[in-house]
């Protein structure tokens, strides 16, 4: 296959590690900073993968100007001031390069029995964090609590898959991370929503970060890497559509195969596709691989990962956040580093939105 013309976009990179093993991932975060991946980050599941905040000291030590995020953590599963004595540290390895993402839990929640977070807890949790870095004193839940030890400005972004917490990070976040949103009218409905919370709470959607998620994956074909994505899509949609399908421009016809995903899907191997097969199947049973990988997907060839890239940049994305699917992560970010990145412009330093 001919290699593709270098393609001019105004695209930034990050990238997702959920490490069981920090054996490789020094590396890793090495050759993702060579291949010019402007954020590193990892996901908060304790029952799955490593504590986020021991991988991201690792990053710290392997890393020079990568930022470094959680990606993302939730309100139950620990306390804004514990969170923010974490944040305060890592501020200080990295010289300032940290990102606070939050959610309403997944993985996390459901392996230990625990309901995700109502938007409002989202909400009162990122403002607390926010406030406790700065060095205020907070009541939360009907006790005092502040970091007496450190102040640090860490930005907070939030995961909002649904009209309701984008409204929500456009009033207080600093970054938004949209799931399943590749697609030009999904992706224009969420970003009406975080200008609408912005505009209610006097702020801009300017002065927000928009990240979009993506699935990653190299193969021979565009089909067959699709395939080898068919856990992360069950796992992207278990929680974008479990609180319902309605302004995620959904198809009436495939709400019934979403409702059966959330009744049969597995959090026992949330993202972790070396032991997926269960969710894998079940997506491809369901018929929702076409329609999930419309909306999340960058795959194939590295040419075709290339022009799938530029296909986003027409469509105005600006920050792509890879979860990339490899029995190697080493191997997957050096294929990138060099059968990608040659063929992407260079990106200077902009505001960051979508």
């Known amino acids: ?25 020094p590396r890793w975060v090495g050759l993702a900073e060579d291949a ?20 991201l000291t690792v990053g710290a030590l392997a890393s020079r100007s990568a930022r470094l995020a959680v990606t993302v953590s939730n309100p139950r599963t620990r306390h804004p001031a514990v969170v923010a004595s974490s944040l305060a540290a890592l501020s200080q390895l990295t010289g300032g390069r940290v990102v606070f993402g939050l959610g309403s839990g997944d993985s996390a929640l459901r392996n230990i029995g625990l309901r995700p977070a ?8 990122a403002q607390a964090v926010k406030r406790l870095c700065a060095g205020e004193e907070i009541t939360w839940q ?16 939030m995961a909002a898959e649904g009209p309701r917490m984008q409204y929500l990070a456009g ?8 799931s399943n949103a590749l697609h030009p009218e999904v992706l224009d409905s969420a970003l009406r929503q975080v200008a609408a919370g912005a505009q209610a709470a006097g702020r801009s ?26 856990a992360i899509l069950a796992g992207t949609a278990n929680h974008v559509y479990r609180s319902g399908t309605a302004t995620k421009g959904v198809p009436a016809e495939l709400n019934g ?52 890239i530029a296909e986003l940049a027409s469509l ?30 260079p990106v200077p330093e902009q505001a960051g939105l979508a």
């Open 257 to 308: 195969a979403l409702a059966a995903l959330q009744e049969r899907y597995d959090s026992r191997h949330h993202a972790s596709p070396a032991t997926a097969e269960h969710n894998a199947r079940l997506v491809e049973e369901l018929g929702l691989v076409p329609f999930l990988a419309e909306r999340s997907v960058i795959a194939g060839p590295p040419q075709r990962c290339v022009e799938r």
């Open 1 to 25: 296959m001919a290699a593709p013309a270098t393609t001019a976009t105004t695209v930034r990179f990050g990238a997702i590690a959920n490490p069981v093993s920090h054996d490789w991932y």
């Open 118 to 125: 109502r938007a409002a807890e989202v909400g009162e949790f």
């Open 36 to 55: 010019g991946f402007a954020l590193l980050s990892t996901g908060d599941s304790q029952s799955l993968w490593s504590d986020p905040f021991v991988t």
């Open 205 to 230: 959607i300017a002065d927000i970060e928009v990240w979009c998620m993506a699935a990653m994956c190299f193969d021979e074909t565009e089909q067959a890497a699709i395939r080898r994505l068919r």
């Open 316 to 345: 105005g994305v600006r920050n792509i956040l890879i979860h990339t699917q490899a029995s190697d992560p080493v191997e997957f970010m050096e294929t990138f580093r060099t059968s990608v990145t040659p063929f992407l412009s």
């Open 142 to 157: 009907d006790a005092r609590a502040r970091v007496r030890w450190a102040r640090c400005d860490v930005p907070v972004w």
């Open 171 to 178: 009033q207080v976040a600093d970054g938004v991370l949209l």
